[in-house]
């Protein structure tokens, strides 16, 4: 089955062979990138198909692929967290930015994310990462060290704005990075491809983990377009800045 459109109420796509080719961004803050997240998920919510820890492959199928890749060649950079690089090889196009958010460092620093551009790799941190660990992601890699016992995620994406000049940074989750970036409203759209599969287990993470929002409290989230493929739905959403309080 061709990929349909179901609904589209943006100008960003005049024909569907272009979708996620390009994008009308609105301008990027001065203090921060703007932020889209990509996730594949089951219906039931869960990201990955294999153990906990494991590369997130199967999830989607080749339609999600295929986006997903042209999501990263959109942005100006990609950023994943420690426990998705230490699940898989992490590929991008070679001209690609791509930054890793950790604390401890505790990954292959032979891991394609930074061995195919190493002048592209940059390792987000706590500038008190452990020393020894800290000289050899540096032999490798760009060493960014912002926050103390961990990165405080507001200056970080200020000197990825105003230092790295990344106006518009792919967020590729895991949950964990997704749960503690959206509280701190760094947020702004979502791309979710929804696949029809279920998995089930409680262990496996969804979309966005961590504390959440405050009890009865939500983002509430604009659907900007929807397209199908197979039984799989790409929805993007953009998620809005006000928190509101659901009705008891
Ligand atoms: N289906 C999908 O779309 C999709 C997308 C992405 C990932 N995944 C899957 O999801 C799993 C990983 O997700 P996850 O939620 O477990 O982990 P994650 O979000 O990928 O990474 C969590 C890690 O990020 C680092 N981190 C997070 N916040 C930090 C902070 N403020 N300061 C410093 N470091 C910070 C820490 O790295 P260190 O542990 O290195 O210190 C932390 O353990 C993998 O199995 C992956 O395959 C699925």
Redesign the pocket.
Known sequence: MPLTRLIDNTADTPNIECLYTHFNFPQAPQDRPYVFV????TVDG???L????????G??DATDQLL?RRLQKVADAAM?????????HVLYPPDKPRI????????SLKNRFFTDAPDKAYV???KDMETERRKEIEAVAHFLGI?E?????TA?MQYIRQELNIRYLLC?????????MLPLGLLDELF??ITPKLKGGGAV?G?I?GVGLPSHQYLPVSLLSLYHDEGEFYFRYRIEKEVRTARR
């Open positions: 990509n996730m594949v998920s869960k990201t990955l294999g153990d906990v820890g494991g590369s997130a492959v999830v989607g997903f994943l967290g420690g426990a998705t690089l230490r699940a898989s890793v958010l950790t604390r401890t460092g505790d990954f987000l941190a706590p926050g016992g961990g990165v405080d995620l970080a590729e989750g895991g949950a964990t990075v997704n749960g503690q979710i491809t993470p979309v983990e």
